[in-house]
């Protein structure tokens, strides 16, 4: 059975940090693709940040030199670590992994 479950999520002061993890169990996870999405209060899910099983990853233009997605497939997680952090980032955070599932999601509110 494929979990994927994110921890890490919570509140923050602008220009702060977090670090979001997903810990995976039930496929290979060094052969997934696996990304994060976020979806914010009345707008769509958008792809945040994407790793290839290789490693080569890929963001959105919005959170390019800010956040960062890194994988440690010994321990079948990943990560986001996320700087600067702003209130637009204010949303749920989902794990997704490329054979298709989804993780049920943290929430990220970045306010003063």
């Known amino acids: 059975q494929v979990q994927l479950v994110e921890s890490g999520g919570g509140l923050v002061q602008p220009g702060g940090s977090l670090r979001l993890s997903c810990a995976a169990s039930?496929?290979?996870?060094?052969?997934?693709?696996m990304s994060w999405y976020r979806q914010a209060p009345g707008k769509q899910r958008e792809l945040v940040a994407s790793s290839t099983s290789s490693g080569f990853t890929t963001y959105v233009d919005s959170v390019k030199g800010r956040f960062t997605i890194s994988r440690d497939n010994a321990k079948n997680t990943v990560y986001l670590q996320m700087n600067s952090l702003k209130p637009e980032d204010t949303a749920v955070y989902y794990c997704y992994a490329g054979i298709g599932s989804w993780g049920k999601g943290t929430l990220v509110t970045v306010s003063s």
């Open positions: 039930g496929f290979t996870f060094s052969s997934a693709g």
